[in-house]
Every structure is written in structure tokens, then in C-alpha cells.
Nanobody
Framework: QVQLVESGGGLVQAGGSLRLSCAAS????????MGWFRQAPGKEREFVAA????????AYADSVKGRFTISRNNARNTVYLQMNSLKPEDTAVYYC???????????????????WGQGTQVTVSS
């Protein structure tokens, strides 16, 4: 069992930056691929970014590529999402998720992830 706790959300003006953190419990964190997803009101949960267990492979949604950076520190059981040049359309609840299956590549589909955090609100004002 893995517990995930997100932090770092808040209110920021367009063009600003935020860094989200996701702290994971358990010694198996370093073997899991990790992902960030977001869900805006009235919309489905969507993929934002993912990183493999080693940190050597990443994937991004086209809408955030070049602005967001996912990283992880396995010694601290933490995954990060650095968000720069934020836009009002980035407003959503952001969730981190863990994929505990022995996949060789990261996945973008929410169904591939079996542990989820409670989410942190990010609001970008225009």
C-alpha cells in the first residue's frame, strides 16, 4: 500500500510559477512510475506528466510541454511538478498517482495508475 500526499498548490497570477510536491509512504516508491494528472470543474481527469522509476524517462501532455517539468527524488520518496508560465487554463485540482505494475514505459491513461493522492488546488488568475 502506498499513500500519496500532494502539496504546493495555491493561487498565482498568469505567467507565474508553482512547484507541486507529492510525498509517498513506503519503501517501494522507488520502483514505481509516477504521474501527475489534473481535473478542472466539469471536465474529465487528464494526463499532465509522468516519470519512470529511475527518473530517466519522462512524458508530457502537449498543453504543458516546455512549461512544466516532472522530477523525482527517490531518497526522499517525493515527486515534483515544476510549473512555469502558468495560464488560466491550467486551473484545476492536481493529483499525483503511482503505477505499481512492472511496466517498462510510463503510461498516460489514468487507469494505469493504482494509487492516488487527494489532490491540491491550483488556481491561475488572468
Amino acid at each position: 500500500q502506498v499513500q500519496l500526499v500532494e502539496s504546493g498548490g495555491g493561487l498565482v497570477q498568469a505567467g507565474g510559477s508553482l512547484r507541486l510536491s507529492c510525498a509517498a509512504s513506503g519503501r517501494t516508491f522507488r520502483s514505481y512510475h509516477m504521474g501527475w494528472f489534473r481535473q478542472a470543474p466539469g471536465k474529465e481527469r487528464e494526463f499532465v506528466a509522468a516519470i519512470d522509476w529511475s527518473g530517466g524517462s519522462t512524458a508530457y501532455a502537449d498543453s504543458v510541454k516546455g512549461r512544466f517539468t516532472i522530477s523525482r527524488n527517490n531518497a526522499r520518496n517525493t515527486v515534483y511538478l515544476q510549473m512555469n508560465s502558468l495560464k488560466p487554463e491550467d486551473t484545476a485540482v492536481y493529483y499525483c498517482a503511482a503505477d505499481s505494475s512492472p511496466r517498462t514505459i510510463v503510461h498516460r491513461a489514468p487507469v494505469a495508475y493504482d494509487y492516488w493522492g487527494q489532490g491540491t488546488q491550483v488556481t491561475v488568475s488572468s
